[in-house]
Nanobody
Framework: QVQLVESGGRAVQAGGSLRLSCAASGGTYNSICMGWFRQVPGKEREGVATIHTGDGGTYYADSVKGRFTVSQGSDKNTVYLQMNDLKPEDTAMYYC?????????????????????WGQGTQVTVSS
């Protein structure tokens, strides 16, 4: 079992920056794919970015490419999402997900549908 705890969300003005953290615990895996997703009320959860803790490979949704950066801590138990140049449309609950024992990260849409491990979310609100 993997437990995930997100933190770092808050209200910020457009153009500002935030860094979200996702702390993972429980289980020992050789490789794990970690993902960031976001959801606004009434809409489906959408993928934002993924990172593979083994090879460091990353993927970004087009909507955040060039503005967001996903990274992992040196202990590989924490994953970060650095968000720059925030826009009001980035307002959402941000969730961390884990997909263990993956030698490569799946398509982010696949991860959204199949990941069994999710955090409780952290709210990001961007005002114009």
């Amino acid at each position: 079992q993997v437990q995930l705890v997100e933190s770092g969300g808050r209200a910020v003005q457009a153009g500002g920056s935030l860094r979200l953290s996702c702390a993972a615990s429980g289980g020992t895996y050789n490789s794990i794919c970690m993902g960031w997703f976001r959801q606004v009320p009434g809409k489906e959860r959408e993928g934002v970015a993924t990172i593979h803790t083994g090879d460091g490979g990353t993927y970004y949704a087009d909507s955040v490419k060039g503005r967001f950066t996903v990274s992992q801590g040196s202990d590989k138990n924490t994953v970060y999402l650095q968000m720059n140049d925030l826009k009001p449309e980035d307002t959402a609950m941000y969730y961390c997900a884990a997909d263990p024992n993956r030698w490569v990260c799946p398509l982010i849409e696949t991860m959204r549908l199949t990941s069994n491990f999710w955090g409780q979310g952290t709210q990001v609100t961007v005002s114009s």
